[in-house]
Each structure stands twice: as C-alpha cells, then as structure tokens.
C-alpha cells in the first residue's frame, strides 16, 4: 500500500512544474493546504529528494536581499518520474482516523460528560462553519473535458471535503445525544 508522504507531494509538484523552494510552498499551500504541512516541509523535503537522486539543480541565481545565499531552481530526475509513477499506481492506504475527540471518548470518565458536551458542540459549530465556507461543484461536471483537469481535481477534493463533514457533523449530533442521555440519566440518579 503506498503511504501519503511529503516527498511524493513535493514531487509531484516539481514534476508538473520546476520550481524554487518558495515557489514550491506556495504552491502546496494553495492546492494542497488541507495537509496542513509546516512551511519548513518543502525545503527539507527538496533536500532529502536531491539526496536520493529524485531531483536535481536546474539552475541556481544568487539572490540581492534580506536572505543570504542562492535560489535553486528543482526538476525532476528521470528516477525521479519513475519514483511518482510507481507511487501514483500503488494502491493508497485507508485513511487512520486520529481524531483527539475520539480519544477524549474513549478516556473520559461520567464526570467528564458535561465538559465533552462543551467540546462535541465546539467541534459540530467549527465543522458546519468550514462547510459553508467551501465551494462544493457537481462532481458531474467534473467528467467533462470542458473542465480542466486542476479544476476537476479540486472539485474532487471539495466534494470529499464536504462529504467527510457532513459525516462528521451528523456523528457528533449522535455522540451529543448520547452524552445528553446520560448526562441527564446521572442527574437523575443522583435526584433520587
């Protein structure tokens, strides 16, 4: 199974188009920003590409300004293509569910409830609120040739998006009900 990885992320993006460093993160950022990689991750990234032969210097400037040093440019290797070809083929990993409110779930004690209703609301607010701020297409358009491939690529990835949130929200209406019902069921147990 392949594995996302900063280093096919990078390169991918240095195959479609050589690019400078910055260049580089700004680009991850705008069409991949939902990885949420540190800004750092792109240099080390190139760094640890070019040490395995999967890039290489297509030219270097010097560079007058705040920043010392020299401006690489990058370009894939041909072992480089080869690397993104096989990764792009190998089937992908389930996602792992990590979530910190699942662990809150499973270490929470009845007297934590209260406090984790707080946390479910929270979290069910955020989730509707980036789902409203996202763009959602008809994934039907996105079969057409008239779409540009970038275009549909992103209406795929919104879709996904959406759909991962509106899953979301409706598993935490559950997990609100539920810790209502007991936390209503202890009061009232200790009513009595």
Excluded at 13 to 22: A, D, K, M, T
């Amino acid at each position: 199974m392949a594995k996302l990885s900063t280093k096919h992320v990078v390169l991918g993006l240095v195959i479609e188009r050589p690019g400078y460093g910055y260049g580089l993160q700004q680009r991850l950022s705008e069409r991949l920003g939902f990885l949420d990689l540190a800004e750092s991750a792109v240099y080390k990234t190139l760094a640890r590409l070019e040490e395995d032969g999967l890039v290489e210097e297509a030219a270097e400037r010097r560079v007058a300004g705040s920043r010392p040093g020299q401006r690489i440019l990058y370009k894939a290797t041909a072992q480089g293509v080869d690397e993104f070809k096989s990764w792009m083929a190998a089937p992908t990993d389930r996602a792992v569910l990590r979530d910190e409110l699942q662990t809150k779930l499973a270490l929470a004690n009845p007297s934590d409830l209260p406090q984790l209703l707080v946390a479910v609301e929270e979290q069910s607010r955020s989730c509707l609120a980036d789902l409203e701020g996202l763009r959602r297409g008809s994934l039907g358009a996105a079969m057409t040739n008239d779409v540009p491939w970038p275009v549909a690529a992103r209406m795929m990835v919104d879709d996904f998006k959406a759909r991962w949130l509106e899953a979301m929200v409706a598993w935490l209406d559950a997990v609100s009900e539920v810790i209502e019902t007991r936390v209503a069921q202890d009061a009232d147990r200790v009513a009595h």
